[in-house]
């Protein structure tokens, strides 16, 4: 029976040692929300990126009426003019509403705080802890309030002997109620919620000053509004269309964890995708549905991917209805945020438009020209026209250009796939990890941790080895090696049982394990063996190349 992750600092170690990822200034004691990515990792990553760019801007499947998709990238500076940050509403609202301990300094995300109240002889008393909802707070806070010493605790007695409790969030404790700190090693009270905006801030120039006050950008959206209209007059591009964009983005996440889930800069893989308005229903369906079907041609099972609606409460400033799409990370027992679709309407551009003074609106020329034309076809257009019929012609474009031409300028609405590389990263890591039992060369069962990664994500595509170093077996073999390398990534090894090799590859997800043995060197067949299958076939040497480029090629 093949076993997934069960213990997340276990999976952690087992991704360090495998160099896929590590904590970022290690040998300093790390830092908190940062992480690097190691040559196996680093191979992934770039190839989940490369794959959306490839499936997403290069090669997107038809459109919800058959049609063409049009789609162009972008790739900006990560400091703006901090005015697209005022216009795009993080300055004013990109925030959390948190809570300081007064003894001990701690911060803590105020709707991650939970308390327990009761009221015992006119004393109002409260014990908390930290929790992602209230749900998973109460038998936390009954489990505290149990393990709390009547004799040294003050709220101890009271709380215990207390008919009825009440719960609260720290966002909304009323008064009377204590504010006690949910550090089990801290006796202090928390400050009223405060907001704590999320952006990382420095300053463009030598001099540290209010007005040289930069921010390092916490989405990738926000370059792509910025160029719109750049986008649109170099390019001719006309509606509808989507602006894709790969890069860091960063955030001073109050409480990083999950190992990369919540990272202080992570990746984002980001389409703004400009429709008419009329027709912006029918294009958040159709990113809603592809966003998600995406993950699956990658090998995510349809079974851990949830896509959900938000409900209206949570929706944020700008969005007329958001589709999360959410996988069952082994850390949860709720399925958490991979990808956010959100309908933006005609918010960004809009307040673009207003705090910039340019002009972001659209006018559809074509859409125009057409209405002109069958408005205009009924009246006498040619050179034997009289004065009277030129002026009938005259007056109805007219009247069109007053009634009618305004109607085709308008704000574009926006759909926008906001997808996290570093997130789905860790959803390929946590999908692809397998402990099985498998027969070894002597039919005798054994244990490995396989990465079943899919071959367009795997980070070495193939592994080549020479059955022993020697009789042309090597010199065979690095022939094979460095015509391979040319087009994959494939890695030699020549050292240690052929057993131990195959195992190594497995743990680093390699679909192919290539043989150079003594036959090779009499007919020209090489051993392939399937990572998963485990099944080995014998095959020309030429061959090789063909069978590894079918694995690779995106699923239409
Ligand atoms: N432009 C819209 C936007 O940025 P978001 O839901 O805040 O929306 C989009 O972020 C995606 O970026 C998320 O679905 C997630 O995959 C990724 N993301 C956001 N915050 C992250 C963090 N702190 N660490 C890692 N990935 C994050």
Not at 390 to 415: A, C, N, S, T
Not at 485 to 503: L, T
Request: net charge neutral; hydrophobic share 35%.
């Amino acid at each position: 029976m093949a076993k997934k992750i069960e213990d997340m600092a276990k999976f952690a170690k087992f991704c360090k040692d495998m160099g896929f990822i590590y904590q970022s200034s290690e040998i300093y004691g790390g830092i908190n929300g940062f992480w690097d990515y190691g040559p196996l990792g680093v191979e992934l990553k770039r190839n989940i990126k490369e794959a959306w760019w490839q499936d997403m801007v290069r090669n997107p499947p038809p459109g919800p009426d058959g049609q063409e998709i049009r789609m162009v990238g972008l790739d900006c500076a990560i400091i703006m003019n901090p005015k697209v940050w005022v216009a795009s509403g993080h300055v004013g609202g990109f925030s959390d509403p948190m809570v300081d301990c007064l003894k001990c300094k701690r911060r803590f995300r105020a709707d991650k705080v939970h308390f327990a109240c009761a009221t015992v002889d006119n004393v109002p008393h409260a014990v908390s802890v930290e929790a992602d909802n209230a749900t998973d707070a109460e038998p936390l806070l009954k489990d505290k309030i149990a393990k709390l010493d009547k004799k040294k605790h003050p709220a101890g007695r009271a709380l215990k002997s207390a008919p009825q409790l009440e719960f609260h969030a720290a966002t909304a404790l009323p008064a009377p109620w204590p504010r006690p700190c949910p550090a089990d090693d801290c006796d202090g009270t928390l400050t009223e919620p405060r907001s704590f905006n999320l952006m990382f801030e420095s300053h463009a120039g030598p001099i540290a000053s209010d007005e040289n006050k930069v921010y390092l950008r916490p989405e990738t959206a926000q370059g792509i509004f910025a160029n719109y209209r750049n986008v649109l007059d170099s390019s001719r591009l006309k509606l509808p269309f989507g602006i894709a964009q790969v890069g860091k983005a960063f955030r001073n996440e109050i409480n990083p964890r999950n190992f990369t889930f919540r990272s202080r800069e992570f990746e984002q893989m980001e389409i703004e995708f400009f429709c008419h308005p009329a027709e912006s229903r029918k294009w958040y369906e159709y990113w809603r549905e592809l966003r998600k079907n995406w993950y699956s041609t990658l090998g995510i099972k349809s079974d851990n991917l949830v896509p959900r609606e938000q409900g209206q409460e949570e929706l944020a400033h700008y969005s007329v209805g958001t589709t999360d799409i959410e996988y069952m990370f082994p850390f949860s027992d709720e399925p958490q945020e991979l990808e956010g679709v959100a309908h933006r309407g005609a918010f960004d551009l809009t307040a673009h438009a207003k705090h910039s003074g340019k002009d972001l609106s659209y006018f559809d020329e074509e859409g125009w020209n057409n209405l002109l034309q069958s408005r205009l076809t009924p009246f006498k257009d040619d050179k034997n026209r009289q004065p009277d019929e030129i002026k009938l012609r005259e007056d109805e474009k007219k009247k069109l250009e007053l009634e009618e031409k305004p109607k085709f300028q308008f704000v574009p609405h926006v759909i926008e796939p906001s997808a996290g590389a570093d997130r789905f990263t860790l959803a390929v890591l946590c999908e692809a990890y397998t402990e099985e039992d498998v027969p070894d060369a002597k039919g005798k069962t054994e244990k490995r941790t396989v990465m079943k990664f899919h071959p367009r994500l795997a980070p070495v595509k193939a592994a080549i080895f020479p059955l022993v170093n020697r009789d042309g077996m090597d010199e065979a073999a690095r022939a094979l090696y460095r015509e391979l390398k040319a087009h994959f990534n494939v890695v030699y090894d020549q050292s240690g049982a052929i057993g131990r090799r195959y195992r190594r590859q497995d743990e680093a997800g390699t679909p192919f394990c290539i043989t150079i043995d003594g036959d090779t060197i009499k007919d020209g067949t090489v051993t392939i063996r399937d990572r998963d299958t485990l099944k080995q076939e014998r095959i020309p040497k030429g061959e090789v190349r063909a069978r590894i480029e079918a694995l690779l090629r995106p699923e239409v």
